[in-house]
């Protein structure tokens, strides 16, 4: 079983659709991310979970919505989204704190398009 | 602000082939550096990081260098595979608590038999 798990691996949604994508990590970290992974352009961050205490929000659309129940689910419910946010979405965790911040574990993604 | 740059890709080399691929970065004080790689289908995997300057990152072959002077960290090994055929992600981590990541553009690199 692989470390950070994402679900569904595919999605279609029109744009008035509401849907949310999941993700679970089985390594024990405190902290989880959601990524934006688009064609040539670099990863965006978009949410950052530590200790389940949001602690950043890159200036996200109000559009997608983050939520992390406890240290080892982390949701993005998405709802009335545009064509480009078509992109995969890349669900991370790590161990944060101390000197040595452990490296991003990344889940194999959601592949989302909207249409 | 903090950034990294990559060299455009695709790269396409024949099996055996010496691999170098470029990464320069701009940040305040001493960032992490760390080469991640993505296989197809798959997420994100951590290959190597050098967290000062002059330390050498190395792992499967691969090898990078932090150099301050030139603020790069280029990827290299001296003979690449087709299964290392994958997109490459350069990276730094400026700091704190918390991992804030930012990342390069990729990377893809095609491996011909």
């Known amino acids: ?115 | 602000g903090n950034s990294v740059t990559q060299m455009e890709g695709p790269v396409t080399l024949s099996e055996e082939a010496f691999l170098t691929i470029n990464c320069t970065y701009t940040a305040t004080g001493y960032p992490s550096l760390f080469w991640y790689v993505q296989y197809p289908g798959e997420g994100l995997q951590l290959l190597l990081k050098a967290t000062k300057a002059d330390d050498k990152g190395s792992n499967k072959g691969f090898e990078a260098t932090y150099r301050k002077e030139t603020t790069s960290f280029h990827l290299e090994k001296g003979s690449v595979q087709v299964s290392d055929s994958a997109v490459y992600f350069c990276a730094l981590n400026y700091g704190g608590a918390t991992n804030k990541l930012i990342f390069g553009t990729g990377t893809l690199l095609a491996v011909q038999p």
């Open chain 1, 1 to 115: 079983e692989t470390g950070v798990t994402q679900t569904p691996r595919h999605l279609v949604m029109g744009m008035t659709n509401k849907k949310s994508l999941k993700c679970e990590q089985h390594l024990g970290h405190n902290a989880m991310y959601w990524y934006k992974q688009s064609a040539k352009k670099p990863l965006e961050l978009m949410f950052v979970y530590s200790l389940e205490e949001r602690v950043e929000n890159n200036s996200v659309p109000s559009r997608f919505s983050p939520e992390c129940p406890n240290s080892s689910h982390l949701f993005l419910h998405l709802h009335t989204l545009q064509p480009e946010d078509s992109a995969l979405y890349l669900c991370a965790s790590s161990q944060d704190g101390g000197q040595d911040n452990s490296p991003l574990h990344f889940g194999n993604g959601t592949r989302l398009t909207v249409t």
